[in-house]
């Protein structure tokens, strides 16, 4: 049995690792259906889809964070070449994420997403 070996190699052509699970956001029932509803039918300029995760299923189905959640939206869609954008907040409990075309997607939601939290205090 021959013993292993040493090569000088590209950076790009050395192997890479395949990931052997799945993500946990693909078990989120929310998920599946927005992602078939994806597979069968494009959105218009002028809609946007919501996706809301509580606590609770965050929870049941272990996934940690928001950011991980919309970083797997985000690889979907530009594995599918949409062209389309995801917003995410927290609010009352909820993890809310709003997809649709750039242009569909309000600034006031941006400006939501980006709002400063104050601190005890009440000042920002």
């Keep these: 049995m021959p013993s292993g070996a040493f090569q000088k190699l590209k950076a790009s052509e050395a192997p890479r ?18 992602r078939e509803q994806l597979e069968k039918q494009k959105m218009t300029p002028n809609e946007v889809w919501q996706l ?25 869609i530009a594995e599918q070449n949409l062209p389309y954008r995801v917003v995410s907040f927290t ?3 909820y993890d809310y994420f709003i997809f649709g075309y750039q242009e569909a997607i ?19």
């Design 52 to 76: 809301t995760v509580t606590a609770e299923d965050k929870q049941k189905y272990r996934v940690q964070s928001r950011r991980t959640m919309v970083r797997v939206v985000a690889n979907y």
């Design 17 to 34: 690792r395949k990931r052997r699970s799945s993500s946990r956001m693909d078990v989120l029932p929310q998920w599946k259906l927005m």
């Design 91 to 93: 609010r009352d409990g």
């Design 106 to 124: 309000a600034p006031e939601l941006i400006a939501i997403r980006l709002a400063p939290v104050g601190r005890a205090n009440g000042t920002c």
